[in-house]
T-cell receptor
Framework: NAGVTQTPKFQVLKTGQSMTLQCAQD?????MSWYRQDPGMGLRLIHY???????DQGEVPNGYNVSRSTTEDFPLRLLSAAPSQTSVYFC??????????????FGPGTRLTVT | QQQVKQSPQSLIVQKGGISIINCAYE??????FPWYQQFPGKGPALLIA?????SEKKEGRFTISFNKSAKQFSLHIMDSQPGDSATYFC??????????????FGEGTQLTVNP
């Protein structure tokens, strides 16, 4: 299994540009999430999905869109990039409710710079 | 508002010493408390987790201590090794919500273990 994969690994955007960060998992996990990581702030939840066709907002959703058309894929779209969106983005996935394990599996991250 | 506060921000210990990282939370509905370990350039990975029905959980050199009344929990790394040098994040979630997929993270602690 490849686990959770993310592309691209690095990206530089100009203010106002749009782009999509790709995330895929091959573990048949129902739950997928997007986090951003900023120095001194830990990881903050952007959006999450509990299954195909179902998404919801996290702590910092403004400026981002998501969709979940398949179990495997959960892309994150930046509508109009701003310098404040410069960050490292992590996608994560996990099984549905299992008492013995709520482990989230994280991808390797996408480092985004907006100039 | 940071619902999970983590300290210290950075920690330097000698090889063989004990590393202690502390977290405090505000939301009494949290009932799942994982610790994640992150190496440079990688995504976080689950290290150990605890539920509030126990006061301590040990896995090898890693121990979580949990104080429900004080709303605090801590990670102890015994016999710290240079390979433990990484960033550690505490987190919390409500298991009734979505299998722990909505994690609230602390700010992170950068641990350096000197040889």
């Amino acid at each position: 299994n490849a686990g959770v994969t993310q592309t691209p690994k690095f990206q530089v955007l100009k203010t106002g540009q749009s782009m999509t960060l790709q995330c895929a998992q091959d573990m048949n996990h129902e739950y997928m999430s997007w986090y951003r990581q900023d120095p001194g702030m830990g990881l903050r939840l952007i959006h999450y999905s509990v299954g195909a066709g179902i998404t919801d907002q996290g702590e910092v959703p403004n400026g981002y869109n998501v969709s979940r058309s398949t179990t495997e894929d959960f892309p994150l779209r930046l509508l109009s990039a701003a310098p404040s969106q410069t960050s490292v983005y992590f996608c994560a996935s996990s099984y549905s409710r299992r008492v013995e394990s709520y482990e989230q599996y994280f991808g390797p991250g996408t480092r985004l710079t907006v100039t | 508002q940071q619902q999970v506060k983590q300290s210290p921000q950075s920690l330097i210990v000698q090889k063989g010493g004990i590393s202690i990282i502390n977290c405090a939370y505000e939301n009494t509905a949290f009932d799942y408390f994982p610790w994640y370990q992150q190496f440079p350039g990688k995504g976080p990975a689950l290290l150990i987790a605890i539920r509030p029905d126990v006061s301590e959980k040990k896995e090898g050199r890693f121990t979580i201590s949990f104080n429900k009344s004080a709303k605090q929990f801590s990670l102890h790394i015994m016999d710290s090794q240079p390979g433990d040098s990484a960033t550690y994040f505490c987190a919390a979630s409500m298991s009734e919500e979505t299998s722990g997929s909505r994690l609230t993270f602390g700010e992170g602690t950068q641990l350096t273990v000197n040889p």
